[in-house]
């Protein structure tokens, strides 16, 4: 019983972390924190490391935060969160950064319905430099209208 509870438990953080990624990105990056996130809208830097790239660490840091509070105390929910944050960074980085953005070069032949309709969402996105007009959506759900046939 305690599996299907840790297996419910990472399920529904990983699927929290699609809220939180939204939320973070529209009210935060785009917000209070532009300072870190613009260099990742209009690159000014020949850097492959960008100031957004702060926002991952923070995500680690609470992500092993969860897990170490779990290894060291009876919280045993530590571990399914902490691995759950863990799993959607992971796939966001994936996403995100290789898949879209293609920091590494890998995935580029991609061409299914559904890598077509994130990469066209995430161009309109990034088609406003600026701090304010950018739409925001998570990286798993995104608006049907970009799935275009």
Same mark, same amino acid.
């Given at each position: 019983m305690k599996l299907f509870f840790w297996i419910l438990i990472f399920l529904g953080t990983f699927s929290i972390m699609e809220f939180m990624a939204w939320f973070t990105h529209k009210y935060v990056m785009h917000g209070f924190l532009w300072s870190l996130h613009k260099d990742h809208h209009k690159k000014e830097h020949d850097s492959?490391?960008?100031?957004?790239?702060?926002?991952?660490?923070?995500? +680690? /840091? /609470?992500?092993?935060?969860?897990?170490?509070? +779990?290894?060291?105390?009876?919280?045993?929910?530590?571990?399914?969160?902490?691995?759950?944050?863990?799993?959607?960074?992971?796939?966001?980085?994936? /996403?995100?950064?290789i898949f879209i953005h293609q920091r590494f070069k890998i995935f580029r032949n991609a061409n299914n319905w559904y890598a077509k309709g994130v990469r066209r969402a995430h161009k309109m996105h990034h088609k406003h430099l600026g701090k304010g007009d950018g739409e925001c959506f998570g990286m798993l759900f995104v608006p049907f209208k970009y799935f275009k046939k």
């Open positions: 492959w490391f960008e100031r957004n790239d702060f926002f991952f660490i923070f995500y +680690a /840091v /609470v992500s092993m935060s969860f897990i170490m509070t +779990a290894s060291t105390t009876t919280f045993w929910y530590g571990w399914p969160i902490g691995f759950g944050i863990m799993a959607y960074g992971a796939t966001y980085f994936l /996403v995100h950064d």
